[in-house]
């Protein structure tokens, strides 16, 4: 991040202190979405998700089982066991991806997501994208790249605007 100097005046002189710039919002909000990550459940892949509008956080959501459900860190991954790759079969998977799990607790908190923008630290599947388009989510910007072309092309098609942004602050586990 880019620094600049600043001149704080005492008594005694002039002290020369150096201050970092502002990040933008999507860099803000994108570095939200890996705190939120971090309380993700999953083995495989530690995803977050931050729903905003007007500035503000209206839902957060992270990858993990389904509340009472026991999580993947419990009882292990039943699509590692198999040798499943990324982005097949989803039904086997007990999560609940983040970008689902946002949506279900705004719609839980009675919070209207409509017009809102989706930042997440990865791009969205197919299922995921398809919920964002009937959620009405007019924005999505992520920060890591999926092997689901499909995704991005529905959600370009539905005229979501589709953003690719790099967290500042990327850890090697998300």
Do not use: W
């Not at 620094?3 to 201050?19: F, S, W």
């Not at 971090?38 to 995803?47: A, D, E, N, P």
């Amino acid at each position: 991040m880019a620094k600049r100097t600043m001149a704080k005046q005492e008594k005694v002189g002039v002290e020369q202190l150096e201050i970092e710039e502002r990040p933008s919002l999507d860099d803000y909000f994108m570095e939200i979405t890996t705190v939120v990550a971090k309380r993700s459940t999953c083995l495989r892949q530690k995803v977050g998700a931050v729903i905003v509008k007007d500035k503000r956080i209206l839902a957060t959501g992270y990858n993990g089982a389904p509340s009472n459900l026991p999580h993947c860190l419990e009882i292990g991954c039943l699509r590692e066991q198999l040798s499943i790759p990324s982005g097949e079969r989803h039904e086997l998977c007990r999560a609940v991806h983040a970008e689902q799990n946002a949506i279900i607790q705004a719609a839980l908190h009675g919070v209207s997501i409509v017009g809102a923008t989706l930042y997440t630290t990865h791009q969205p599947c197919i299922m995921c994208a398809k919920m964002l388009i009937n959620a009405k989510i007019k924005k999505v910007v992520y920060g890591k790249k999926y092997n689901d072309m499909k995704a991005l092309e529905f959600l370009k098609e539905a005229g979501v605007i589709v953003k690719f942004k790099k967290p500042k602050s990327e850890s090697a586990d998300i």
